[in-house]
């Protein structure tokens, strides 16, 4: 259900964890790095989307064929052709499953989720780490009460 080009939106995504209380950059690529930081101020409602617009800039699309068919190819040089692959992804979400690109619900956090589940109520990066944590939390905050 997922495909690989979602997820390396979400690697892209989650490529500044928290960790110990801090931000940890992951990525060597500085400019990756801004379109990431910009992806994450647009999913936040922070930023306008045009502030991505400048990763698409002079990127085409060319048809090629193939044995089955025609496929469009992304026509820009590496590695803005890859940024450029990331940000049609992140419309792709957009458009395809709206809403359902968030951040995790834990303020702790600085991931992200795409929510596949039926009812749309996913809101962790993840269960094992943030989900157990804040529960965990809640449950102690009604043990002081
Ligand atoms: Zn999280």
Redesign the pocket.
Known sequence: MIDEREQDLLELLNSAPVVDGRIVETLDDPETARLRDALHAVIRGEAEAGVLSPYLEGVRRRPVVTSSGIEWVLDAPEPARGRAELVLEWARVQEELPGRLRP?A?PE?N?FLIDHSKPNTAR???MA??GNRMKARRHYARRLA
């Open positions: 995790c834990n956090c991931k962790w990066c993840s780490g943030c």
